[in-house]
């Protein structure tokens, strides 16, 4: 039997569309750069000269570097030149006033990834940007897929004991090695992705792309763009030729999440992709052959779209070769304890907190709040468990976590209730855990008002950290009062 194997969600931490880095020696330029972008939701570093910029680089990792060709200290070619010899992966785009086709070669010689001429074209430059950071992220993301996941039966992102968890990894195990194209059906947050990616990292196609395509995210015009490519002049902003997925894809895997938001016109055409393993980019009349292994999830029930005329139904039965149906967590809640410790230790080493010396978590949840988290129905499954053991660590002043830490909506579905932020009388049917926490509350509440609402001295007072007061005032909803204009 395989060891222990746990299903996480998908990342729960916002970021930024990418940090960039912007070197040049105009503060106009730079400034309208960091404007443009930051609109756009990318963080963006500013550098004045080439020194300053070089050294950023070497402080911190870009996700893409815009770079000037003409700067006072050094040239964009030196520091481009320089960058290169020990960096093959950012992204290099060039910028200058001083442009020239000569230029331009040059610079794609030593590694720019291209060229901007000032004053350039907003959208064009936005839109390139963009395609570039998706296109480093994609391929870094399979880098290290392809480290992962090499040895049969080894899936160490997926944690489960249950029998419908075995059963489902021993199906993995079977069709990894194939070619035929396999559905993935369960409710959001159950991890089709991982499993998908587990597929791909165990079938001979390891070493080649896997590219995940989020079909409910992309409006019809765009993804077939994105899917099939297109030719420079194929539409208004198709200001050069593209590759498509399925032609990046070639040799190794594409995969559609939610398949079955895809409109009809996308469906014909994957149908032919998949019956012919041929395609034609947007505006060629040129057919491109492809060799793709196609995995397809979904959390819609896509017979029932056939049924109602919403689905091919010729598209589904070429999906549902093969399928995998991810059980809900509620179905498998023997898994939970292990899934509780993996986010622990996750979250623990992602904050630095409640470590022991091998840098595993200390931390565990008391007996009532285990008791209510295995209790509860987990409609958001693996998503919505994390969520609230990343909550757990980021809240908690002790290594056993109390109830009174899990979200609300989970206390709620158990029957707890939860105080309001004005507090009140406690019910005459109140609980211990409402008792306590309301006893807390009150004596926190007081020293707060001896100490003019002061936190710092009402913390000396009760004598703990401030930290751990802090995370009390949040977990028990205590609003926080202006501190008076005059003294005590």
Request: glycine share 6%; proline share 5%; with cysteine.
């Amino acid at each position: 039997m395989p060891d222990p194997v746990v299903l996480e969600g998908t990342s729960t931490i916002s970021e930024s569309r990418g940090r960039v880095l912007v070197v040049d020696d105009e503060a106009d330029i730079r400034e309208s750069l960091e404007t443009l972008l930051s609109l756009e939701g990318y963080s963006v570093d500013l550098a004045q000269n080439a020194g300053e910029g070089l050294h950023k680089m070497e402080s911190r990792t870009y996700d893409l570097v815009l770079l000037d060709l003409m700067m006072p200290d050094r040239s964009g070619m030196d520091v481009l030149r320089e960058v290169r010899e020990r960096d093959h992966d950012t992204p290099i785009f060039m910028i200058t006033a001083y442009g020239s086709v000569e230029a331009a070669v040059n610079a794609l010689k030593l590694g720019a990834n291209d060229y901007f001429s000032k004053p350039w074209d907003n959208e064009k430059l936005l839109i390139e940007i963009e395609r570039m950071i998706a296109r480093r992220r994609l391929e870094f993301e399979n880098r290290s897929l392809k480290r992962a996941l090499k040895q049969r039966y080894s899936f160490p992102n997926i944690i489960g004991k249950s029998e419908r968890m075995l059963r489902v990894l021993d199906l993995v195990t079977q069709v990894a090695p194939s070619r035929s194209t396999i559905l993935i059906s369960g409710e959001t947050g159950t991890g089709k992705e991982l499993i998908a990616k587990a597929i791909h990292a165990n079938s001979p196609r390891a070493e080649q792309m896997f590219v995940p395509v989020n079909c409910g995210s992309l409006p019809p015009e765009l993804l077939e763009s994105t899917l099939f490519g297109h030719v420079k002049g194929a539409f208004t902003s198709a200001l050069q030729s593209r590759k498509g997925y399925f032609e990046i894809a070639n040799k190794g895997t594409i995969f559609f999440d939610e398949i079955g938001t895809v409109g009809p016109e996308i469906q014909a055409k994957l149908l032919r992709v998949i019956q012919e393993r041929e395609f034609m980019p947007l505006g060629s009349s040129e057919v491109i052959k492809v060799d793709v292994r196609i995995l397809a999830a979904t959390n819609a029930d896509l017979k029932r779209l056939v049924d109602e005329g919403k689905f091919r139904e010729d598209l589904y039965y070429r999906l549902n070769v093969i399928n995998l149906s991810l059980p809900p967590l509620r179905d498998r809640k023997e898994d939970i304890p292990l899934l509780i410790d993996h986010f622990f230790a996750k979250y623990c080493r992602e904050n630095e907190k409640f470590l022991d010396a091998s840098n595993r978590s200390v931390l565990k949840f008391a007996p009532d709040a285990l008791q209510i988290l295995m209790d509860h129905n987990w409609p958001g499954n693996v998503r919505e468990l994390e969520n609230a053991v990343e909550r757990a660590v980021v809240l908690a002043s002790e290594p056993v976590v109390p109830l009174d830490v899990l979200p609300e909506q989970i206390l709620q579905a158990g029957g707890i209730r939860v105080r309001q932020r004005d507090g009140g009388p406690l019910p005459p049917d109140a609980s211990l855990f409402e008792i306590v926490a309301d006893f807390e509350r009150r004596v926190i509440i007081e020293h707060l008002e001896q100490a003019n609402w002061s936190q710092t001295e009402a913390a000396d007072n009760l004598r703990v950290p401030l930290s751990t007061l802090n995370q009390k005032i949040k977990r028990l909803a205590i609003e926080i009062r202006r501190k008076s204009e005059h003294a005590r």
